[in-house]
């Protein structure tokens, strides 16, 4: 079993990390959209050296807190 198949905390690259986070390539965002998002720092980046790493795990969470609108109950 893969490491991050197994919700477990890892490091990788971001492209990896877009693979991951939106697995279904045509509902992903473009590359630029999640660049941006990085540089908006809508979620968080590890900087190794020039390295840019990403926790898919983090990245989906931070994601659901800041787009997610929760469905809401009617009387």
Known sequence: MNRTDSHEHAL???D???EIVFPDPDSAPA???FHQWMA???FPVHK???RVFLD???VRAALDRRFKINA???A
């Open 48 to 50: 190794i050296g020039r």
């Open 12 to 14: 990788v690259g971001i």
């Open 56 to 58: 898919p795990v983090e």
């Open 40 to 42: 908006n720092r809508y």
């Open 16 to 18: 990896k990390c877009l």
């Open 31 to 33: 590359k630029r959209t």
């Open 72 to 74: 809401t109950s009617v």
